[in-house]
């Protein structure tokens, strides 16, 4: 199955990015993984502006055939269990595959979040984009652990 994680900056702090680049290459031993990676906005525009621009940024570069996950704290939360339930039943309908959208410091805008197929919370609490991202893709890999029965998933 095709997963896409498409992000507005870059993961900031090297140990980050570090930890960011292995669960990254961990989750592609379990999905096709494309990683799309968008400039943030020019940090002289308001907020809202530059929200924008990094909206139709990941329309130009996010595959419209697949589901869109934006991730946000007002969004549903999933068990780890549950994530890879989901990603297996997709995955088993033939689904194209899933892309899970990470903005950048100001968040995405409404107007993406609207158009999303799923709002997905990773907390509730809020977490730099980098943190995120290190959240999101170590969590997919653990999706391709627990669909596989592999041992890295202790929970239950």
Do not use: N
């Not at 929200?51 to 139709?56: L, Q």
């Not at 979040?113 to 709002?119: F, K, L, S, Y």
Request: charged share 25%; net charge positive; proline share 4%.
């Amino acid at each position: 199955m095709k997963l896409v994680v498409a992000v507005v900056g870059s993961p900031g702090h090297p140990d980050v990015a570090a930890a960011i680049a292995d669960y990254e290459s961990r989750t592609r031993h379990y999905f096709d993984l494309e990683v799309v990676e968008i400039p943030a906005g020019a940090g002289s525009l308001p907020a809202a502006e530059r929200m924008e621009r990094e909206a139709e940024a990941l329309r130009r570069r996010v595959p419209v055939d697949v589901e869109r996950f934006v991730l946000t704290r007002r969004g549903k939360s999933l068990t780890s269990a549950g994530l890879a339930r989901y990603l297996g039943d997709r995955s088993a309908h033939g689904a194209a595959g899933a892309a899970f959208i990470v903005g950048g410091s100001f968040g995405l805008a409404p107007s993406y979040v609207v158009e999303a197929d799923h709002r997905l919370a990773l907390s509730a609490m809020t977490l730099t984009h980098g943190l995120a991202r290190l959240v999101l893709v170590e969590q997919l890999y653990r999706a391709g652990t627990i669909l596989r029965g592999e041992p890295y998933h202790k929970g239950g």
